[in-house]
């Protein structure tokens, strides 16, 4: 078994509301100092068996169109094995 993790975000240059929404509150709830929030969504993929080179450059291929924007978002992929799925 392999678990895939797929954490996409806004690009730096994209304006996030959500984040600034989250930022404001974060303040008026009592936390000083915030300098900046970005909200991004996270996509945890578990798959059966081995991830040879053809299933990870497919996923690579999806993340990039369709668990992302590419025009607006960024994405990075990360595998984890065997031993840390189960842990």
């Given at each position: 078994m392999a678990r895939v993790i797929?954490?996409?975000m806004l690009k730096p240059e994209i304006l996030d509301p959500q984040g600034r929404a989250v930022q404001g509150a974060l303040?008026?709830?009592?936390?000083?100092g915030v300098a900046d929030v970005r909200q991004g969504k996270q996509f945890v993929i578990e798959l059966d068996g081995e991830?040879?080179?053809?299933?990870r450059a497919k996923l690579e291929e999806l993340a990039g169109e369709l668990l992302s924007n590419p025009v607006i978002e960024d994405y990075r992929m990360t595998v984890m094995n065997d031993d840390e799925v189960s842990a």
């Open positions: 797929v954490d996409v303040g008026r709830l009592g936390l000083s991830l040879d080179g053809d299933r």
